[in-house]
């Protein structure tokens, strides 16, 4: 992986908008004029970065150096500490990780860290290779799926026209929207009524579903050199559903929501999980 190479142009620069999640609503604001609305099963909210995009091996290391050359945090230190609270904002993960830094020093170092996200990881990070048939298979299975994540609006939007897979999410909020909390809560006031899922890869996008009524966590768990989050982790953290891959999302869903008989897996691919 080559983490040095600058923005190949299939990415513009997007000015990041996120600011301290304790600190003050983002600019934009949630789009509560949009009216509630019934629809044919359910829905499905993703993440996007670690869940729909394999990214956070290269996003793991931007920050560990971006955090090394700010804070002194010694870098495999600083990459563990970054994915350990991934899922929330980066801002408010600094502030987390460093209460005591000058609120400037951390957004000076948030505004570095967005800007290299964008020229080292998003310009190379692609889906996992199982998201496109996944996202067609829920489409004609009458699913409707919208995107969560602590990413850019923008950015987010641009990242899955890239890839080809804005078509198949009704709409995307992103940091300009609010936290993950917010856009739970705003997906569950425009489909009242409707079976939600948010498919997230840590403990804060469990703890994101699980504090919004009505939304059930589903978890991708994460192995890469230097870190694993197994589906065990994410259980006692309250998914649901959790696996290494998203293949089988359809018949869990279908099992949550009508109590269809549990996954049976092939030969061979138990030994993928850890118990």
């Not at 998201?131 to 995107?147: G, Q």
Request: charged content about 25%.
């Amino acid at each position: 992986m080559n983490l040095g190479k600058e923005n190949d142009g299939h990415l513009p620069m997007v000015p990041a908008r996120s600011q301290f999640a304790e600190v003050a609503r983002p600019p934009r604001g949630l789009r509560a004029e949009e009216a509630p609305r019934t629809v044919e099963r359910g829905v499905v909210v993703f993440d996007l970065d670690g869940t729909i995009l394999d990214d956070l091996p290269a996003i793991s290391a931007v920050a560990a150096d971006v955090l090394a050359k700010s804070f002194g945090t010694p870098t495999e230190e600083a990459r563990l500490h970054y994915l350990a609270t991934t899922g929330m904002p980066f801002e408010a993960q600094l502030a987390q990780l460093y209460p005591d830094a000058p609120v400037e020093l951390r957004a000076t170092t948030a505004r570095t860290f967005h800007t290299r996200k964008v020229a080292e990881a998003y310009a190379h990070a692609h889906p996992f290779p199982e998201i496109p048939k996944l996202l067609k298979t829920l489409h004609r299975e009458r699913w409707t799926t919208t995107l969560a994540t602590g990413a850019e609006t923008e950015m987010a939007d641009l990242l899955l026209e890239r890839e080809g897979l804005r078509y198949w999410f009704e709409d995307v909020l992103g940091s300009g929207n609010g936290t993950k909390r917010e856009h739970l809560a705003e997906y569950r006031r425009r489909y009242p009524g409707a079976a939600m899922f948010l498919v997230g890869d840590s403990r804060f996008d469990m703890e994101a579903a699980l504090s919004v009524p009505g939304v059930i966590p589903i978890a991708r768990a994460s192995r890469f050199v230097g870190w694993t989050l197994t589906p065990n982790d994410l259980t006692k953290w309250g998914a649901a559903w959790s696996d290494y891959s998203l293949s089988d999302l359809p018949v869990a869903l279908a099992r949550l929501t009508r109590g269809t008989p549990k996954i049976r897996r092939p030969k061979g691919r138990g030994a993928a999980r850890k118990a």
